[in-house]
């Protein structure tokens, strides 16, 4: 499988299935009743009636968490859940380590739909995550930034 079938494939690792199906929960157990008990009260209070602004705001609001719903239902339903690739490569869902400069960096290269930084999950279109697609353990890799060039040794491939 090449890289350009990776990145057109909706496959997602565990964690980040069980995130978007967490996230799709909560919209609709949680957020989107509540809004719309807000703007059945804000459709009763002749204030906010008078003050169109402030309804269609809530309008709006809920508009995009339907979408938002919408979206991933239509993502969790045609994803395929993948798990790491053995043989050392890096893939999707492989977690890995990288050295720059004697520094270390740990992440897992996700789908772009679960990607969270913050969270050590880049995405495989990332420029990182582009670039340590198919290496080995011991790789040098060139990671092309605007900012300049990022050298990076990768250390370990889960």
Known sequence: MNQANLTDAIALTPQGRADLENE??????ERLPALAARLA???ED??????????LELQEEQRRLERRATELERLLASAREIAPTAGGIVALGSRVEVDEDGEREAFQLVHPHEANAADGRISIVSPVGKTLLGHRVGDEVVVPLPAGDRRLRLISVA
């Open 24 to 29: 799709l929960r909560v919209l609709r157990n």
């Open 41 to 43: 009260d804000a459709r």
């Open 46 to 55: 002749p204030a906010t009636r008078d003050e169109d602004a402030g309804l």
